[in-house]
């Protein structure tokens, strides 16, 4: 049975070979012109865990597990401190037991018994999470990780509404699949599809594969059924209402501290037909971003509207670095779109962008699903195995990260120098030198979704200090220029200090409260958006 | 000084004359086969409230009012059974005390005036609810209305962002004119835009101009401003975020309940300059529904995408009571609007609609705002001005009202059916007959957002039963069908029942929480929404 890595992106057939590691090791010390060492990669069998604490009572000992392995993946997340702490066999904290329920009545019997035995309940979709969404909080004598994995089903599709009632364990390419032959897919794409859930995205407001318009997972959302420790928690299906503050926009981002989700009906998309798709190019971030506002203000929505400055388009595309990319792409199932996309092609050639007739690729279906321009296909692909690529040189030294806010654009030119000031002080100052690059994601009218990327090469062992270091830095920037601390990676334990910041104070009393009167044991994710 | 009607829609000038009161009055008896007395239309000397029970401390006492007329108008929202009552003088549980504050120092002395003394007070922004949002609840020692009228500027505008900082009190014509010597719109006009305002809209989720896409007033928030009992709460200006579940949303459909928005920054829109326009017959209301649902689910985004049944045809343009009409319009301040008009022609035609060549109207923008065209000129006029012809048959035993849900598309033929057939019982066993028509006025990939208006012929000095119990029928029918009790008319007292069906009880529990956080002694409008 094929499991998952317990440090490494993927499974445990995707963790790198020897050759893969010593080439890029290799690569690195030619970069930094410095020596890369290749450490050895952890085995299973190198795993030392706290013995689990909890005696599992006889009816759920069926649905839970103490294995040394999956209390281990059910650890951590992903992200970059994550998987160097996994690397390094650091695993003080791990969840006592991992629970598959199967059902609703298996997960009210385990938050029955975390309530009353005090026990801590960590909801677990895909542990995608790069904001420690899943790690266990410390001091509570028992923790136990709720994995969604067994609710992976696709319920009920209404072809009329276009809407499907889906279970919230189901990943990415499995929901994908169930959808596929009644001709709808989700189309929620983030760069975690492959190892992600339903009910993950929704608990995290996942951003998606849209750059504009109707993107969030919290648009595609028509209702959800949640379960709490005081009951369930299951919204109409509705297509818009006004009765009250949404109750679905209050699980929405909701990181597991009010309930687990178990089922949404979500709004599906018949898959497309027609497709257009063009790559311009400018002399400047600055330049392109310009012509992306006017795009996005004329609101001609646009599918993808992906602007990398001149380093990601180097390390995406293999442009020289002196030019920054506009990636554009529309679709859809019924209609051509050819005329949409001449029309942002002109605001963008006014704007300084250069393309070439023959870079418009306008594909019009002919009644079977229209395939993706292969540029647009390999975009796509690099984006989902981006992940892979950071577990080569986990343990080598190697800091990297990405991070993500958003910002009105008349302030987003002086966030841009100020965050990338910040994150380069602070990789010259940690790490003695390192690259910042940025793209914006998603485009609204009013602003732009920036996602910076930083690499630096550290000191093997020290990894984890110094990417907190630099961390800090871009976030405090973040912060100080006015964006928000998550534009789509969700809050968790890491980015907890300045989402303090930024929310409103009575806002946070209010969930405080919200939350005891739903979990007045304070069972689920503890320490998350708020505390006791 | 003119002020407002203390019975009718609109301003002391706009109450109807008594020759026009007379001419409705035969042409009622005339359609209804019955007398029709015209009562006296009721004077602001006829008015007799109780004593104010609330004496103003210094300060305070230059910004509030006990003035008879000015309490009165202050009583009530502006729907069916409000305008009754009011005709007919009956003002059993006035506000004491009117309050004009001028600054946030100002609210927070009402506040705190009102929780230290018990007194309950009521957000008042243009008190056109018609769910009895501003109505004062029974068992309050005092009553203070609080009424934002003072807070009307448009304090800044972004125009790279296109984003305006609006403050709350402001009404829908005066924001609009500090907003178009910049060239930008908000482009929000729901019916009662004359007579409501900006934090109104936010406190209730308005429902917008627009029909799909974009709309809902929840859509163009950016930040908001609330005072509440236990501090501000404001958010921060972006343009998207996925930090926890938004602060805003929790805002939007507060209905006063949480604190009192005092401002926001609001996505402004670029003034129209292209245009296109058309009206699509089509043999049934189904038909037409049909063509919508095509329509909308290719997401082209018509700006105004309106199907009237046969009934709403007739009343609305003139038809002969045979045909839906679908009214179709698309505008944009930069691009040409043609192309998707055509592409939307195309699926109405398939759809059985017919519409002549010439029938289409596409209006290319020479440099300056286009005008709308005729028709559709002529439909927004009429919807501006359709609760004026309300204050005409007041007191003649007209029993009149709207209503509002929404509905996915595959339950949407029963639930037209049900609601219809429920209506129209009830018209008949408690007014002897009386004629329900039904129209789109929003519409979703997933489903319609359908408004029923129904009336009917009762009994003078009866209306207001008579009212409730139809109404209630409905309300039950749209229940059982599965749609939300309001789309856009928010809960307030009178859909309070069926609100507490239609929300998942932990959420109900979660918001009496948050409530009681940050307003400990229940002092804002208290029974809307949750019960201490």
Redesign the interface.
């Known amino acids: 049975m094929p499991r998952r890595s317990f440090w490494a992106w993927g499974m445990e057939s995707d963790e790198p070979t020897e050759g893969q590691r010593r080439e890029l090791a290799a690569g690195l010390s030619a970069k930094y012109g410095v020596p890369v060492d290749v450490p050895p990669v952890p085995a299973s069998s190198d795993l030392d865990l706290r013995r689990p604490r909890i005696a599992v009572p006889g009816p759920l000992a069926e649905i839970c597990t103490t294995d040394t392995h999956d209390r281990a993946v059910h650890t951590y997340g992903r992200s970059f401190r994550d998987r160097i702490r996994a690397f390094n066999l650091q695993f003080p904290n791990p969840p006592d037991v991992v629970a598959y329920p199967r059902d609703d009545g298996d997960l009210v019997s385990l938050l029955d018994l975390c309530s009353s035995q005090g026990y801590c309940a960590i909801p677990f979709g895909g542990g995608s999470s790069v904001v420690g969404g899943v790690e266990p909080p410390d001091g509570y004598n028992g923790i136990v990780s709720i994995d969604l994995s067994r609710l992976d089903r696709v319920l009920e599709i209404?072809d009329?509404?276009?809407?499907a009632r889906i279970q919230a364990g189901v990943y990415g390419p499995a929901l994908e699949e169930q959808l596929r032959p009644h001709g709808f897919t989700l189309r929620h794409f983030p760069q975690s599809f492959e190892f992600s859930t339903l009910g993950g995205w929704i608990a995290?407001?996942?951003?998606g594969h849209y750059a504009t318009?109707?993107t969030?997972i919290d648009d595609f959302v028509?209702s959800v059924r949640?379960i709490?420790p005081?009951?369930?928690?299951?919204?109409?299906?509705?297509?818009?209402?006004?009765?009250?503050?949404?109750?679905d926009?209050?699980?929405?981002?909701?990181?597991g501290t009010?309930?687990v989700i178990t089922e949404a009906w979500m709004?599906v998309q018949?898959r497309p037909r027609f497709r257009a798709s063009a790559a311009v190019r400018f002399s400047s971030f600055a330049a392109g971003g310009e012509a992306v506002?006017q795009i996005v203000?004329?609101?001609?929505?646009p599918a993808n509207c992906r602007l990398l400055d001149p380093g990601e388009a180097q390390d995406a595309l293999g442009y020289d670095g002196t030019r920054a990319i506009l990636v554009l792409g529309f679709e859809?199932?019924?209609?051509p779109q050819g005329?949409q996309m001449r029309?942002v092609i002109e605001?963008a050639r006014d704007c300084g962008g250069a393309v070439g007739e023959d870079e418009i690729r306008i594909i019009d279906g002919t009644g079977e699903e229209a395939r993706r321009p292969e540029a647009v296909g390999a975009w796509r692909n690099a984006f989902i195995g981006a992940p892979y690529q950071r577990n080569i040189s986990m343990g080598m030294g190697v800091v990297a990260e990405t991070l993500e806010t958003?910002?009105?654009?008349?302030r987003w030119p002086s966030m841009d120098e100020a965050v990338r000031g910040a994150l380069q002080d602070a990789l010259d100052r940690v790490c003695g030198g390192g690259r910042v690059t940025c793209r914006f994601t998603?485009v609204?009218?009013?602003?732009?979704?920036p996602y910076f990327t930083f690499e630096a090469m550290g000191r093997p062992g020290a990894e984890l200090a110094m990417h907190e270091e630099i961390k800090r830095a871009a976030s405090d920037a973040v912060m100080a220029a006015?964006?928000?601390?998550?534009?789509?990676?969700?809050?968790g334990r890491v980015?907890r200090p300045w989402?303090d910041q930024?929310?409103?104070?009575?806002?946070a009393?209010?969930?405080?409260?919200?939350?005891?009167?739903?979990d007045p044991n304070w069972v689920l994710n503890p320490g998350i958006?708020v505390d006791r």
Chains 1, 2 share one sequence.
């Not at 995290?204 to 951003?207: H, K, N, W």
């Not at 203000?297 to 929505?301: D, E, H, I, R, S």
């Not at 969930?511 to 009167?517: D, H, I, T, V």
Request: no cysteine; charged share 20%.
């Open positions: 209404d009329v509404s276009r809407a995290t407001r996942s951003g318009n109707q969030h028509e949640m709490t005081q009951g369930v928690w299951e919204s109409r299906r509705l297509p818009g209402s006004g009765a009250g503050p949404s109750p926009r209050m699980v929405l981002g909701s990181e009010l309930g709004r018949a506002r203000q004329t609101k001609v929505w859809s199932a019924e209609l005329e029309q605001i958003s910002i009105t654009w008349e998603h609204y009218p009013d602003g732009p979704a006015g964006g928000t601390i998550t534009h789509h990676h969700a809050v980015h989402y930024q929310r409103p104070d009575p806002f009393a209010g969930l405080r409260a919200a939350k005891s009167a739903v958006l």
